[in-house]
T-cell receptor, first 113, second 121 residues
Framework: GESVGLHLPTLSVQEGDNSIINCAYSNSASDYFIWYKQESGKGPQFIIDIRSNMDKRQGQRVTVLLNKTVKHLSLQIAATQPGDSAVYFCAENSPGANSKLTFGKGITLSVRP | DAGVIQSPRHEVTEMGQEVTLRCKPISGHNSLFWYRQTMMRGLELLIYFNNNVPIDDSGMPEDRFSAKMPNASFSTLKIQPSEPRDSAVYFC???????????????????FGQGTRLTVV
């Protein structure tokens, strides 16, 4: 039969509202987490990162929250703008001799004018 | 710095042909990653190098895929022979990874190139 493409979950928000994008990571030993933003036709771009010894980190208009108890990561965007429309990925770094970044599936953020 | 540079940006080739994708990482970075992105599977890590040495190639789909990093400023991903199901966007990324006891503390973000869109017909 015909394969079905992966449909990313979509978050639709009104311009000016705050956005919260959530991510569940898989490895309880992961020690470093990053949020990336990917616009159409471009590679993923770094937004903000957080290490496992922290539970919150703030940037310009963005905040990342880390809850290690439930292996949950969230990205909060204040006063969402049309330019924030993109696919957002969380990535976790697994420690050890062969540490590497593993990406989640991604969430599409759509900002309504 | 110009960032991670990939070439070509677009590649269209016929099934069975050899395809070579190229990447120049950011100067000073010691880790290099090759990813593949498709609608079906999202972003998949194919292989990564640390100090020019392949560390983990468990994501390489099959023997048709090979990657090399002859020096700190250049890497290639080769597909031979190519198949239509290889059609995807291939990204190269580089980062500065810590070593020894500081390894987990010095890992930094991976910077991505613009990608190569490969179409195999």
């Amino acid at each position: 039969g015909e394969s079905v493409g992966l449909h990313l979950p979509t978050l639709s928000v009104q311009e000016g509202d705050n956005s919260i994008i959530n991510c569940a990571y898989s490895n309880s030993a992961s020690d470093y987490f990053i949020w990336y933003k990917q616009e159409s036709g471009k590679g993923p771009q770094f937004i903000i990162d957080i290490r496992s010894n922290m539970d919150k980190r703030q940037g310009q208009r963005v905040t990342v929250l880390l809850n290690k108890t439930v292996k949950h990561l969230s990205l909060q965007i204040a006063a969402t703008q049309p330019g924030d429309s993109a696919v957002y990925f969380c990535a976790e770094n697994s420690p050890g001799a062969n540490s590497k970044l593993t990406f989640g599936k991604g969430i599409t953020l759509s900002v309504r004018p | 710095d110009a960032g991670v540079i990939q070439s070509p940006r677009h590649e269209v080739t016929e099934m069975g042909q050899e395809v070579t994708l190229r990447c120049k990482p950011i100067s000073g970075h010691n880790s290099l990653f090759w990813y593949r992105q498709t609608m079906m599977r999202g972003l998949e890590l194919l292989i990564y190098f640390n100090n020019n040495v392949p560390i983990d190639d468990s994501g390489m789909p099959e023997d048709r895929f090979s990657a090399k990093m002859p020096n700190a400023s250049f890497s290639t991903l080769k597909i031979q022979p190519s198949e239509p199901r290889d059609s995807a966007v291939y990204f190269c990324a580089s980062s500065l990874a810590g070593t020894g006891a500081a390894k987990s503390k010095l890992n930094t973000e991976a910077f991505f190139g613009q990608g190569t869109r490969l179409t195999v017909v």
